[in-house]
């Protein structure tokens, strides 16, 4: 429970929103694909220990489908979620949350390492991951 509520009030800072109006990722479909990301990241992998063999036994384990699949899962709600804050009909009158700044950054950066989209999603799975 606490979790949960703990969860939410990161939502809400990092997008602007929480998982609780339903839609594809609910709240608790988005818990269940933070839940299945941290039990394919947490875990022991043969890679670790055998680098050589860790394609083969990803594939034969099935590990490399769920991982691509999860991947595939978050990108397409961090795409929804990045095409609500670019919305140009969306209320200016909320508060800025992460999102907003990241796409600020975006769209000013300029210089040796601009800031892109493929970077605001990393920053996004790692600040709702942690």
């Given at each position: 429970m606490?979790?949960?509520y703990a969860n939410d009030v990161l939502c809400r800072v990092?997008?602007?929103?929480d998982f609780t109006k339903g839609?594809?990722?609910?709240?608790?479909?988005?818990?269940?694909?933070?839940?299945e990301y941290q039990e394919l990241l947490g875990g022991l992998q043969v890679g670790d220990f055998f680098p050589s063999l860790e394609q083969i036994v990803a594939t034969v384990t099935g590990m490399k489908r769920r991982v691509d699949s999860a991947f595939k899962?978050?990108?397409?709600?961090?795409?929804?979620?990045?095409?609500?804050?670019l919305d140009p009909?969306?209320?200016k009158d909320?508060?800025?949350?992460l999102v907003d700044v990241l796409l600020d950054l975006h769209k000013n950066?300029?210089?040796?390492?601009p800031l892109t989209i493929e970077n605001i999603k990393a920053l996004i799975l790692v600040s709702s991951a942690s």
């Open positions: 606490l979790g949960m990092a997008f602007g929103r839609g594809d990722y609910d709240r608790q479909g988005f818990h269940d694909l933070l839940d899962r978050f990108d397409t709600l961090f795409d929804r979620i990045i095409a609500e804050h009909n969306r209320n909320e508060t800025k949350d950066s300029s210089g040796d390492m």
